[in-house]
């Protein structure tokens, strides 16, 4: 186990950024910290652009293969349909998981909607988010969205606008 030197994580080892250092010891960057932190409005406006974007590529792949399903004739019987319906739900999942799994984690930090808005998602550290924190983070919205909707409303009364997804995965979507 490694000792923390005041300058990094004691469990990891990992460099602390200034604005942790000063949130922790109760100093001014804790306020920087939370005026930072972007809010209930600007994220579900980000959401909404992301929505049409994933809508507008899933509903392109997903007519190209359906005509090519039906010009071969699997659409034609009750099995073929229901395959084909299958198939085209778990398409258009695949696209959502890699949309946001793939962006979060990339350099951008942020999906098209949160990159339009100046929006970034960090970890506790204010470091990228590693694949599996970010994989973590996506299927933790199912969480908020079970709730009633309960936990995505939580960011509009959380200290650092975090919702439940945000507490499960530990993550954080600032401004830039």
Aim: glycine content about 14%; aromatic content about 8%.
């Amino acid at each position: 186990m490694t000792q923390s030197t005041g300058t990094a994580c004691s469990k990891c080892n990992r460099s602390l950024s200034p604005a942790y250092l000063g949130a922790a010891s109760g100093g001014s960057s804790a306020g920087t910290a939370v005026r930072n932190s972007a809010g209930f409005w600007i994220r579900l406006v980000a959401y909404l652009i992301d929505f049409i974007v994933i809508c507008l590529v899933s509903v392109t792949i997903g007519a190209l293969i359906g005509f090519a399903a039906f010009a071969a004739g699997l659409g034609k019987s009750p099995v073929g349909h229901a395959l084909l319906i299958l198939v085209l739900q778990g398409i258009g999942f695949s696209i959502a998981v890699l949309y946001e799994v793939v962006l979060i984690q990339s350099a951008w930090q942020a999906t098209l909607g949160k990159r339009i808005l100046g929006l970034k998602v960090i970890d506790e550290y204010d470091s990228r988010l590693s694949p599996s924190r970010s994989i973590g983070r996506f299927f933790g919205k199912a969480l908020s969205g079970m709730t009633l909707g309960i936990g995505y409303l939580m960011i509009g009364f959380m200290d650092q606008k975090r919702g439940l997804h945000d507490l499960v995965a530990g993550t954080r979507v600032v401004k830039l």
